[in-house]
């Protein structure tokens, strides 16, 4: 990047990047109006308005719109805490 510095191993990568000293948001939802710098998180957000839980809870069959919120779930049922204070 020739603002900040940064290297990257692909060009699309790099894309995307300038795109925070830009300010650059070509990804607009066409419900909201909300507006996103990748093409993913539009389609993440996209899940917000039609209801859709496409992540599923294989215990308790609850369903979650990011897969991220389904493995915070998941490490309740079993008693997961991967995260230790090593102090």
């Known amino acids: 990047c020739d603002v900040c510095g940064i290297e990257f191993t692909r060009t699309e990568s ?11 948001l070509p990804y607009k939802c066409d419900i909201c109006g909300s507006v996103f710098t990748r ?26 719109t990011q ?8 490490r309740k049922d079993t008693g997961e805490k991967p995260y230790k204070c090593d102090i």
């Open 67 to 74: 897969n991220d919120n389904l493995q915070i779930h998941k």
């Open 39 to 64: 093409g993913c998180d539009l389609k993440r957000h996209r899940i917000t308005h039609t209801g859709e839980r496409p992540y599923k809870c294989d215990i308790r069959g609850i369903g979650f």
């Open 14 to 24: 790099l894309k995307v990047h300038r795109r925070a000293h830009t300010g650059e």
